[in-house]
C-alpha cells in the first residue's frame, strides 16, 4: 500500500482519471461528488474506491472528510487533491450573484475550508496538497470573469499555503490544465455546436495542436506526487500544450 489520497471532484473527468490511477498504483483513495449513481458505478467498478457525496455549495462539507479520515483512515492522509471545479460563461454584462457565489464556493471556498479542515493530518505524514487550477487562471479570456479569477485565486492560494505550510513539513503544488477532453463543457450546459467549435478552434491556437487527454493531467500529476519531488513546492504547473507561452 502506497499511501492515503483524497480527491475532490472524483466522480468525473480528471478527478475519476486520478482515482483510477492510484487505486491501480495500490494507494487508499476516497473520492468525492455529488452524482450518487456515478460514485456507487465507480466504487462497484474499482475494489477498495471509498466515496462520499460532498458538494461545496454545502456548508460543513470539510468536516464529513474529515470525520471519514480520522475513523475509516485512523488519521491518515498523505495527498489532498483539490479537483472539484465546473466552468461557466459568464459575460460580466449579465453576471449575476448566484453564478459568482456558486464560482467561488466551488474552486475558492472549498479548497481552504478542506485544506484547513485536512491540515492535522497531512503535518503528521509531511504529506502534499495538489490544486487542479486551470490556464485560464494564467491567461486572460473573454466571458470567463468569474472562472478565470476563482482559478487565478487558486493559483496564488497554493502560493500563499507553500509558504504557510512549509514550516509544517506540508508541500501545496498546482497543475493548470489547458482544454483537456472530459465531460466539462457538457455539464456547463453548453450546446452541442459551441462544444464542437471550440474543439476545432482548439486546434489551431494550442501550439501543440491538440486538446489534453486525461491522462495527460493523470501523469503530471502522479510526477508531482510520485516522483523524487520532495523539494518542489509552489509550483503552478502549466500543463496546457503551451497555451501558457503563447
Ligand atoms: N476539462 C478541462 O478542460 C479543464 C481545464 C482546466 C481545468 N479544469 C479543472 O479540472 C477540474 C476537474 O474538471 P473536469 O474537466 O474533470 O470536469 P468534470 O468532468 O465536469 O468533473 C467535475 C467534478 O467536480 C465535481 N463538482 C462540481 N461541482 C461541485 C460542487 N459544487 N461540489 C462538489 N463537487 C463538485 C463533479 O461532481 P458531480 O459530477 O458528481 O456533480 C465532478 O466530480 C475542475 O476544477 C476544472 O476547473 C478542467
Known amino acids: 500500500m502506497k499511501g492515503h489520497i483524497v480527491i475532490t471532484g472524483g466522480s468525473s473527468g480528471i478527478g475519476e482519471g486520478l482515482a483510477r490511477h492510484f487505486i491501480q498504483q495500490g494507494w487508499q483513495v476516497l473520492i ?91 503535518q503528521k505524514s509531511k504529506g502534499q496538497i495538489i490544486n487542479i487550477s486551470s490556464s485560464h487562471g494564467i491567461k486572460a479570456y473573454a466571458e470567463l470573469s468569474a472562472y478565470g479569477s476563482a482559478k487565478a485565486g487558486l493559483n496564488m492560494l497554493t502560493s500563499i499555503w507553500a509558504l504557510e505550510l512549509a514550516p509544517l513539513g506540508i508541500r501545496v503544488n498546482a497543475i493548470a490544465p489547458g482544454p483537456t477532453n472530459t465531460p466539462v463543457l457538457e455539464n456547463a450546459g453548453l450546446p452541442a455546436e459551441l462544444i464542437q467549435a471550440i474543439h476545432e478552434n482548439d486546434k489551431t491556437t494550442i501550439p501543440l495542436q491538440r486538446r489534453g487527454a486525461v491522462s495527460d493531467i493523470v501523469a503530471n500529476t502522479a510526477m508531482l506526487i510520485e516522483s523524487g519531488s520532495s523539494w518542489v513546492t509552489g509550483v503552478i504547473l502549466p500543463v496546457d500544450g503551451g497555451i501558457s507561452v503563447s
Not at 449513481?37 to 460532498?54: D, F, H, M, S, V
Not at 470539510?62 to 495527498?79: H, M, R, T, Y
Not at 460563461?89 to 459568482?100: A, E, G, K, S, V
Open 32 to 122: 468525492t461528488g455529488r452524482n450518487n449513481n456515478k460514485l456507487t458505478a465507480l466504487a462497484r467498478e474499482l475494489p477498495g474506491l471509498q466515496t462520499i457525496n460532498y458538494d461545496s455549495l454545502q456548508p460543513g462539507q470539510e468536516q464529513l472528510i474529515a470525520d471519514f479520515i480520522s475513523q475509516q483512515w485512523n488519521g491518515q492522509l498523505d495527498v489532498l487533491v483539490n479537483n472539484a471545479g465546473h466552468v461557466a460563461l459568464t459575460p460580466i454584462t449579465t453576471i449575476n450573484r448566484n453564478d459568482l457565489e456558486a464560482m467561488y464556493q466551488v474552486h475558492l471556498v472549498g479548497p481552504s475550508l478542506l485544506t484547513a479542515a485536512c491540515v492535522p493530518f497531512l
